[in-house]
């Protein structure tokens, strides 16, 4: 089985990270990780990444040019077929992401288009939503924009605070990364119209109500 190779890109924890390098490490699985690249020294993930024998690479380039003229060479001499975003914090050059940006993924934690940018929770607690969640979406010059490929909800809870909440939801997103790598991964995933649509892919018919009417029955079924 020849593996898709994907690049991540991270600047801190790299808890996503994580996530895909232990999807990877299952034989199965249709993807591996070919580079990983780091915007900051200290970032956490370069251990994860150098601990599974991935190689890094370490590019502090301020300047977005900088930064894709050092990124993108590195990326094709390891044959990257996709770049996957986690938690990576600089502003990608726009001609980068025209070259990349139906191979490029990221994810946000919230259920975009509400939210982008930074402290996404915060800002869903200050709105007051009921639900967020995350978002993996190919990527566009725009922030946090480009078309959706998934989402996950999540509910907030009354006591929540920020790091609960975040908490929440990235315990998420480690299930979701790694279940659309492999969709992609298995050619299931294409971009029409700048819509995606999954080939063979489900969703769900029921929905979640919150506050919940009857504790005992927090799903609804709904008509298809
Ligand atoms: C995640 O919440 C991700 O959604 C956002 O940045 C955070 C990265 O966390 N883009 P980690 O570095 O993967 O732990």
Avoid at 49 to 59: K, R, Y
Avoid at 189 to 213: H, K, W
Avoid at 214 to 219: K, S
Wanted: charged share 20%.
């Amino acid at each position: 089985m020849s593996r898709l190779r994907i690049g991540v890109l991270i600047s801190g924890r790299g808890s996503n990270l994580q996530a895909l390098i232990k999807a990877c490490s299952a034989e199965t699985f249709p993807a591996e990780i070919a580079l990983v690249i780091s915007s900051r020294t200290e970032a956490p993930g370069l251990g994860l990444a150098t601990a599974a024998g991935i190689p890094t690479a370490v590019f502090l380039h301020e300047n977005r040019r900088d930064f894709a003229s050092a990124a993108g060479p590195l990326l094709a001499e390891r044959q990257v077929e996709l770049v996957c975003l986690a938690g990576f914090m600089r502003l990608l050059d726009p001609d980068f992401v025209e070259a990349w940006g139906d191979r490029m993924i990221n994810i946000h934690p919230s259920l975009l288009p509400s939210f982008r940018g930074l402290h996404a929770q915060r800002q869903a607690l200050a709105a007051g939503v009921r639900f967020t969640g995350c978002t993996i979406h190919f990527v566009r010059p725009e922030l946090d924009s480009g078309p959706i490929i998934a989402q996950a909800v999540v509910p907030v809870h009354p006591d929540d605070n920020e790091a609960r909440l975040s908490a929440r939801i990235l315990a998420v997103e480690h299930r979701l990364y790694p279940f659309i790598v492999r969709l992609i991964a298995e050619g299931r995933v294409q971009i029409l119209a700048d819509r995606v649509e999954i080939a063979n892919g489900r969703a769900p018919d029921r929905t979640l109500l919150n506050p919940q009417d009857q504790a005992d029955d927090p799903l609804v079924s709904v008509p298809a």
